[in-house]
Every structure is written in C-alpha cells, then in structure tokens.
C-alpha cells in the first residue's frame, strides 16, 4: 500500500485491500503504479482473455500468415481493418476478383495465444483474435468462408471512418494501364 495526500488519489483507486480479493488484472500494473478499478476484470471473472472482452463484444480467432497479420506488427491493443479478396459474381457469368474493406477499427485482443500488452516486438503468428460486436462477427465469419482475408494496420488515433466501393481486378488493371500511357 502506498499513502497518497488526499488531494491526489487517482480515481478508481482502493482504500480497502479486501475488494482486490478474488480480482483478476487484466493489464500490465507496473511497480509503484495505482491499482484502479478500469485495471482489474469485473468483480467474479475468472480472467484469462474473456475477462478483457469488452461488454457486447465477441472474441473471434481468425487464421492469419505473416502477411495476412502484416508482418507481425499487428500485436494486442493494436486497431486493424480487415479486408477480403473474393471472387465477384458479375452479369453474363464472367467473375472478376474484388478486394474491399469489411471491418474497421478492430481491437486486436490477443496473437497466436498471448494476450499482452507489453511485448512491442513483432510477432510472426498463425493467429490472430479480435474484439468485434455480434453483428461484425458475423460479417467476418462469412468473410473469412467467401475469400481471403488481410489485415491492414492502422493509426491507434485515426478513429475516422473511410467508405469504399472496393476494387476490382479490372479496375486495377484499367488503372495500371492509364498509368503506364505516356
């Protein structure tokens, strides 16, 4: 226990030892540092990484290579957008690729099987969990079943939503072409 001058205890602290019986951490506490209340699973978890799902959210694994998971850099804490590369059902039977973004601003909670904060190394896995509500569940199970997915790093602040129509392998290839004219 530390004393703190009245005037300076953080809130969410604990006067009394007793209510940090039977709680589980669900970050990183270093030394010397406050133990708050937004620190510690809710009161009767059990922790492990269920204890860090946020309410209404799921946890969702999904299958990743070290491009897929960029690299490694995609690590606990970190905010993706998940992208799937599937075949387009167009008019007269033809298909063409399409690549679009699916989910935005997803937490990823825990790679391969550590939850962690605290390692900031790359980590190359085969697996990736993510935080999502119900419905983005959804949306990336039948992802993942349609086409290939990928996931696309982003800035921890951009909290901006970007809409796009995605691309298709003709667009690209349309493009590629006005690209190269003189």
């Known amino acids: 226990t530390v004393a703190w001058p009245a005037s300076a205890v953080p809130t969410g602290t604990f006067a009394d030892l007793s209510k940090l019986r039977e709680r589980v951490v669900k970050v990183a506490i270093p030394r010397g540092d406050a133990i708050l209340e937004r620190k510690l699973a809710p009161a009767g978890t059990q922790g492990g990484l269920s204890a860090v799902i946020a309410e209404g959210k799921r946890a969702m694994t999904v299958r990743v290579n070290d491009v897929v998971g960029v690299a490694g850099f995609a ?75 990928s996931l696309v790093l982003r800035n921890q602040l951009d909290k901006e939503s970007v809409a796009t129509q995605g691309i298709t392998r003709d667009q690209l290839l349309s493009l590629k072409q006005v690209v190269q004219r003189p």
Do not use: F
């Open 75 to 149: 690590l606990p804490g970190n905010y993706v957008d998940v992208m799937v590369n599937m075949p387009q059902d167009r008019q007269g039977g033809k298909d063409s690729q399409i690549s679009l973004t699916v989910l935005e601003q997803v937490l990823v909670l825990a790679v391969a099987q550590e939850a962690s904060r605290d390692d900031l190394k790359p980590k190359v896995v085969s697996a990736v969990t993510l935080e999502l509500s119900p419905q983005d569940a959804e949306k990336l199970d039948l992802a993942r079943s349609v086409g290939t997915l």
